[in-house]
C-alpha cells in the first residue's frame, strides 16, 4: 500500500520537534482519572491547548489543502488532538528529559512550546490530517481483522481498549460521515462494518506511521509500560534462565576490584545486579553506588530490597534516562549496566556513561546478543507471531538484539570508548513452563512487541491465550533438549579517554 508522501513528512516533522500524539497512551492514562494528579494534568493541558486552538483558528492556519477533502473538520476533534498531543508529548518529556514518571506541570509547559513550533511548521490543519491517520488506525484496526462488531461492542470500547468511550463515539460518527465504517442490522442487532474505503484508509495510514517511522517510536514507549506493569521479573528469571544469577556474578568479577569506587549503574531494574548478585557489596560502605532506572515500576521493586537490606545509605535509586543523565560530567570511576543495550540508541547510551565517567574510569555492559529463532519447536510453539511478522513480508519476527558481540564493540568504539575487551559466557534458556515463558517473552522482554502492534488490543491477549496453549502441546511433543536455547552473552568493558 502506498503512503502519502505528504503525511510521512508531517509525521516526521512531529517525531523531528519532539512532538509525540499517541492517543492509546493518553487514554491509559486518562482511565484513571479518579486519581487527582491525572484531573490536574487533564485539566492544565485543556487550558494550553484551549490557546494554541485559538491560535489556530485566529490564523486561520486551519487551511483546505492541509485536510483531505474527504475529512470533515470538526473542533471538538481538533480539541482533543491538541489535548492529547500535549499530554502524549508531555509523557515523552517527563520520561526522557526529567526522568519522571508521568506529565506535569513543568513538561506540558515544554510540550506546549514544542506543540506551537511544530504548528508554525507545519500548520494546524496538516496535525489535524495527523490525527486522523493515527486515531482513525486505531479505531479501523479492529474492524480490519473482525469486519464487523456489535456496535454496542464498538461503543463500549472491549476491542479498543484503553481507548475511552466517549472518544468511541465521536470517532464512529466521524467514520460513518467519511464513510469508513457503516451500519447494518444483522437480525435484531445493528453492527458496525467496515467499508472498502475503510479498509483502503487503514492500510495507507498504515504505511504512513510505519514509514515515518511513527510505529518504532510507539514501540519505545510500550516496551517502558511493559517494564512498569511486570510485577514478577525476578520470579521469572530464575524460572526462564536458570544460569542468569551465576552469570551475572562473573559480569561483576569481570569488573575487578570496586572497594571505594563511585559506581554508577543504569537500567538497573528491579535491582537483580545492584543487590541480587550483591554489586552494592562490592563497592561496599567506602564507596557509593547511584541505580537508575527508567522505569518506575522496576525501581519500586528495587527499593523494596534497598529497604530489605536496611536503606544501605551510600546506596541511592534514581528514576532517569540513560540517554541524558542528571549527573555532571566525570562524577564516577565506573558506569555499568546489564541486558537493556536493545532498548536505547546504544551509541547514544554508551556515549552518555562514558560523560559521566572519569578519565581512564571504566563503562561496562552485560549484553545478550542475536540467537536463532529458527529452532523447530520455537516455530511451532510461536507460529501465530511468526504469522504476524509474515503479513509484514517479514520471514521472522523482528529481532531487537544486537547482532553480535563484535557489533557491541563496535558500539563501545564509536562512543569514544578505548582498549575495549570482551568476556563471553552464554545464558541457557529453557522453555519449560508455558505460562510463565509466555508472560517473561511477551510482557517480560517485550519480545515481540512490532508484531504485537499488529493487532487489536483483546486480539493480544487472545493471542497470549493461544501462545500458552501451543505451549503446553509443544513441551508434551519435545523433549526438553530441544526447547532449551542459548543465548550468547557478553561482558564489555571500555576506556575512558
Ligand atoms: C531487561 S531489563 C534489565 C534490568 C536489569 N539490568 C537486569 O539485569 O535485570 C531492562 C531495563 O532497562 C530499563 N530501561 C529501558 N530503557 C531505558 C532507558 N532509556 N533509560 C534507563 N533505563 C531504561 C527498563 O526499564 C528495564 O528495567
Partial sequence: MQSSPQAVQNLKAMLETGVFLDPLLVSNFLRNSAQSPV???????????AQIYTNCMHEETISAEEILDRRPFSPTLLRLCLVETLISTAFAISHEEYG??????????????????LVARIGCGALYDAYFIIAGY??????????????????????????????????????????????????RVRTVQITRLGMQSYLEAKAVMRESGYFDRRVKFAYLYSFDTVEDWDAMCDVVWPNHRQLRIDFLDFLGDLRGKRVLEVACGTGALTFDAKLSERVDETGELVALDMSSGMLDQARRKW???????????????????????????????????????????LREMARTVVTGGIVSVWQGSYFSLDAPFFRDWFEPIFELARRRNAERPQSYMPESGETIVRWFEQAGLRDVVTENASLTWVFDDPETIVQHVVRGVSFFETELMELPWDDRRTIVAELVDRGRDVCARYPLRHRTMYLPMHCIKGVVR
Fill in 138 to 187: 486505531d479505531t479501523l484496526q479492529p474492524l480490519y481483522f473482525h469486519k464487523h462488531i456489535t456496535e454496542q461492542a464498538f461503543l463500549s470500547g472491549v476491542h479498543h481498549h484503553p481507548y475511552l468511550p466517549e472518544n468511541l463515539e465521536l470517532f464512529m460518527l466521524v467514520s460513518l460521515a467519511t464513510q469508513t465504517l457503516r451500519l447494518k442490522r444483522v437480525g
Fill in 307 to 349: 529497604k530489605q537490606l536496611g536503606r544501605p545509605s551510600n546506596v541511592t535509586l534514581q528514576l532517569g534516562n540513560v540517554e541524558k543523565m542528571p549527573f555532571s560530567a566525570a562524577s564516577f570511576d565506573l558506569c555499568v549496566g546489564a541486558a537493556f543495550l536493545h532498548f536505547v540508541d546504544p551509541v547514544a547510551a
Fill in 100 to 117: 519522571r514518571e508521568e506529565p506535569e506541570e513543568a513538561s506540558l509547559a515544554a510540550a506546549a512550546d514544542k506543540l506551537t513550533e
Fill in 39 to 49: 484531573q490536574t494534568v487533564r485539566s492544565l493541558a485543556r487550558g494550553l491547548a
